[in-house]
């Protein structure tokens, strides 16, 4: 019985350990986003307050 219950539980550490490693590797290759807009430049200057 025990040698069932450690082999159950080394499975099981196995997997968890396994998919721990593919979530880091997805993450770590995941795309990233670049959304950065760029404003319009203004027509005319500002104009600084004296």
Do not use: N, Q
Not at 3 to 9: H, T, V
């Amino acid at each position: 019985m025990f040698s069932l219950l450690s082999l159950y539980f080394a499975y099981r550490r196995d997997v968890v350990v396994a998919e721990r490693y593919i979530a880091g590797l997805a993450k770590a290759h995941a795309p990233v986003a670049h959304d950065v807009t760029i404003p319009a430049p203004l027509e005319e200057p500002m104009r600084l307050a004296a």
